[in-house]
């Protein structure tokens, strides 16, 4: 059935639909309307859950934490600071290898506060061993919260489903709400894999001295590595059932592309209509929207990207000396590969401004007429 | 009159009452006369089997066992410093979910995890009357980081964090006081040398619903700087000057004192390492909030 739903409704009804049982959350501008309207839900009884009003988000992640020990689906939401108070739990949500599934809506970090789009708080967790899923449009928003279930609970790695603050999370679109039968299908009930049993009592999280530690460690590197396979498989199923797929990366207008743009989230709607307008003008130019960032779909992008002379990436993020987080994503990617295509890397966009088709055609210009990628990444649309 | 009462009150373990399951293995790692294993033993014995522990960083985070062996006979979730309230919250709701109200939910975690760096986490799961029991076993610093001072460390001690002629100088936080202003329907104080009275408040919390705090005694032989085979007896000694009341609230406002008193708190001070650099000026100071508390106390229960 379709509907007209903002971006976090549609990660709400995605919950309600996965029949998660306990959902912890603490509210921050923007992603306020995903748990306002599970609370509802919860409240008026179209959803058999229990909604846990804690007083921060490192309670929150720390109440999914008990809850998903004690065998049941769980969800919490966040964005910016929130997310930056729960690092600690992200670390120990995966190290306990549980399938928690979390919306992460993008948003600034301050000084000075700053509520609109931004990726730095959510790459900034790029190393706590969450499986990261950005999303553009509020369809896959519903369809990849679905999918997160399914594939946590494979892996038994807790992921992030990622949208743009505003831009997705306020925005409102059509979207197709699956029926509660199909989705039964796509998603059956949660079996854990360890839980806190009285006849079977066992220590979960305990403490693991240098004889254990690493091969926990190694386990979720090996879990990590086995996401892509696993991902590609759970989106054929969601594509037999359903009839969507969206892929670990989307490439557009790729196939003969001289040039490549790369980047995650609402922006690559924008860039394709800038590459339809390069395109008229009879540049070979593509894009690449990335959705899955942990683990980074390595042979994906060598393959979609060996074959191209330049890869121009946009970042809305910036990791303070080194630049943009997914350039040097992709600089690490392409290093093993055997065609080494130059990687030009731009950073637009920060605390939420707008970065409009006009940037995408002045950065095509300028990587253009770049022999070679400057040092540093290049910041655009800074007022003079 | 101050409300008391005394009649199940006594230092003596009457052996036919207590039940003969061990919830703890033997070989666990504590220290020899920790205070904060007798305290889980007899809670658990209370407690029973449909129990679940939810322990944060502690030093009972190591005692329950180090991987892969375990020295408890209940499910144990370990948890971050910062989290046994949020942490028992989240199993709480995942059994009520499950359809098991049955099973009691019990964080156990030390003082500092309690006073200090988990008090948001636990003040939250209070005023949500979250239904399982927290227990903190108060050994009076961070004993698992080498006794560094915690807002539980009292007046006077020295810890490593509060040495020499630094020692603590100020008061110990009144952790039962914080938490009768959330209303909770029930916290207690209870003692490892009053076992009877720790077992019957113990048996008690685990029939009520909501949120259930008490506060135990753990004496620590290492960080006290006392023999181990004192730590009873200077457990008991903190209740006979009146420095640990035995008491309960109900419901934030309903105070019952359990064990009235009268020894000198020098007593009490002088055969510890933590307070030998005390003068006698200083016992007659301490000799004075512990009579200033036991007034306010005795003024609540009335």
Known sequence: MKEVLEGSHAVSEAVRLARTKVISAYPITPQTHIV?????????????????????????????????????RTFTASSSHGLALMHELLHWAAGARLPIVMAEVNRALGPGWNIWMDQSDSLSQRDTGWIQLYCETAQEVLDTTLQAYRLAEIVNLPVMVVLDAFFLS???????????????????????????????PNAIGQMAPPAFYMEMRHSI?????????????????????????????????????????????????????????????????????????????????????????????????????????????????????????????????????????????????????????????????LNP | MSKTSQETISGCIMSSKYPSTDYIMPGHVACPGCG??????????????????????????????????????????????????AAASGVRAALD?????????????????????????????????????????????????????????????????????????????????????HRIPYAATVNIAYPDDLMRKFRKAKEI???????AYASCPTGWRIPSDKAVAISRL??????????EVENGTDYTINYQGNRPVEEYLKIQGRFKHLTENDHAEIQEMVNEDWRILNGKAS
Not at chain 2, 37 to 49: E, H, S, W
């Open chain 2, 36 to 85: 904060a294993v007798i305290a889980m033993k007899f809670a658990l014995q209370a407690l029973g089997p449909k129990t679940i522990l939810v322990i944060p960083a502690c030093c009972w985070a190591v005692v329950a066992g180090v991987h892969p062996q375990t020295s408890l006979k209940m499910p144990v979730l370990h948890t971050a410093f910062a989290t046994s309230g």
């Open chain 1, 36 to 72: 306002e309207a599970l609370s509802e839900y919860c409240a008026n009884g179209s959803m058999d859950a229990k909604f846990i009003c804690v007083e921060s988000e490192h309670s929150a992640m720390a109440s999914c934490i008990g809850a998903a020990s004690a065998g049941v």
């Open chain 2, 238 to 247: 903190a209740v006979q000057t009146n420095l640990f009341p035995l008491y």
């Open chain 2, 97 to 181: 979910m499950k359809g098991d109200t049955e099973t009691t939910v019990v964080a156990w975690a030390g003082d500092g995890g309690t006073f200090d760096i988990g008090f948001q986490s636990l003040s939250g799961a209070c005023e949500r009357n979250e239904n399982f029991l927290y227990v903190c076993y108060d050994n009076e610093a961070y004993m698992n980081t080498g006794v560094q001072r915690s807002s539980a460390t009292p007046y006077g001690a020295q810890t490593t964090t509060t040495p020499k002629n630094a020692w603590k100088s100020h008061r110990k936080k009144n952790i039962i006081d914080a938490m009768a202003a």
């Open chain 2, 209 to 215: 619903q909501g949120t259930r705090f008490i506060h």
């Open chain 1, 170 to 200: 306020h925005t409102y679109e059509p979207v197709d709400i699956p029926d509660q039968a199909s989705v039964d299908r796509f998603l059956p009930s949660f079996v854990p894999r360890i839980t806190l049993d009285q006849q079977n």
């Open chain 1, 221 to 381: 590197q090996m879990a990590m590595q086995s996401v892509l396979e696993h991902f590609i498989d759970v989106e054929r199923e969601f594509e037999t059932v359903f009839g969507r797929t969206y892929g670990p990366i989307t490439p557009f207008a790729c196939d003969d592309a001289e040039s490549i743009f790369v980047m995650a989230g609402t922006s690559a709607s924008t860039c394709r209509q800038a590459v339809k307008t390069l395109r008229d003008k009879g540049h070979k130019v593509g894009v690449i929207k990335l959705k899955m960032f942990r683990p980074f779909p390595y042979q994906h992008i060598r393959k979609c990207l060996e074959q191209t002379k330049k890869v121009i990436v946009l970042d809305r993020n910036c990791s303070f000396g080194p630049g943009g987080i997914f350039a040097q994503e992709l600089r690490a990617a392409m290093y093993a590969s055997e065609q080494h295509p130059q990687i030009f890397s731009y950073i637009s966009g920060l605390g939420g401004r707008d970065v409009t088709v006009d940037h995408f055609l002045e950065i095509f210009d300028r990587t253009e007429k770049a022999d070679h990628p400057e040092n540093e990444s290049v910041w655009i649309g």
